[in-house]
T-cell receptor, first 111, second 115 residues
Framework: DAGVIQSPRHEVTEMGQEVTLRCKPI?????LFWYRQTMMRGLELLIY????????DSGMPEDRFSAKMPNASFSTLKIQPSEPRDSAVYFC?????????FGPGTRLTVL | GESVGLHLPTLSVQEGDNSIINCAYS??????FIWYKQESGKGPQFIID?????DKRQGQRVTVLLNKTVKHLSLQIAATQPGDSAVYFC??????????????FGQGTTLQVKP
């Protein structure tokens, strides 16, 4: 298996622009997680899905952030409008039972 | 509130020595713990896990110890190698079920291996 796939790997955008991050989980996994990692706050869980249904979005910073999972093999995290403080590495992870497997991350820079 | 924290931000060891990375947790209801390794520019990689009904679990060159009395978790790496240099995170499952759910990560410990 190719593991969790994320795109793009790097994204540089200007404040106010819309940003869409993409994730393809490991085939057969029924949980999908979105995390954000910064030096100041470490790894933060933003939202997670089970069988394509959002279970807990309490970690989503504010209404500018939204996530969808239209099918078992694809999820998006959207930031609109983006702000410089959104600059971070965003990870997607998936799991079938207990162990979460992480993707390589998307490094987002908002200027 | 609940938190998962690491005692030391940086650990420097000599190649070939054993490494011990520590982690404290505060939620006594948590029943599943994981150690991840994160190399520069990569996502966290699963190393080993342990459930609360166990005190010790061994993998290849790694051992995790769980002390529920003092809510302490440790990762031991035997014969540390340069490739072990990374940031190590402990994570705690907050669902209480041992199943997937929220993982709360500690801040991480940087392991530096000196040749």
């Amino acid at each position: 298996d190719a593991g969790v796939i994320q795109s793009p790997r790097h994204e540089v955008t200007e404040m106010g622009q819309e940003v869409t991050l993409r994730c393809k989980p490991i085939s057969g996994h029924d949980y999908l997680f979105w995390y954000r990692q910064t030096m100041m706050r470490g790894l933060e869980l933003l939202i997670y899905f089970n069988n394509n249904v959002p279970i807990d979005d309490s970690g989503m910073p504010e209404d500018r952030f939204s996530a969808k999972m239209p099918n078992a093999s694809f999820s998006t995290l959207k930031i609109q409008p983006s702000e410089p403080r959104d600059s971070a590495v965003y990870f997607c992870a998936s799991s079938l039972y207990s162990t979460q497997y992480f993707g390589p991350g998307t490094r987002l820079t908002v200027l | 509130g609940e938190s998962v924290g690491l005692h030391l931000p940086t650990l420097s060891v000599q190649e070939g020595d054993n490494s011990i990375i520590n982690c404290a947790y505060s939620n006594s209801a948590s029943d599943y713990f994981i150690w991840y390794k994160q190399e520069s520019g990569k996502g966290p990689q699963f190393i080993i896990d342990i459930r609360s009904n166990m005190d010790k679990r061994q993998g290849q060159r790694v051992t995790v110890l769980l002390n529920k009395t003092v809510k302490h978790l440790s990762l031991q790496i035997a014969a540390t190698q340069p490739g072990d240099s990374a940031v190590y995170f402990c994570a705690e499952n907050m669902s209480g079920s041992g199943n997937t759910g929220k993982l709360i990560f500690g801040q991480g410990t940087t392991l530096q291996v000196k040749p």
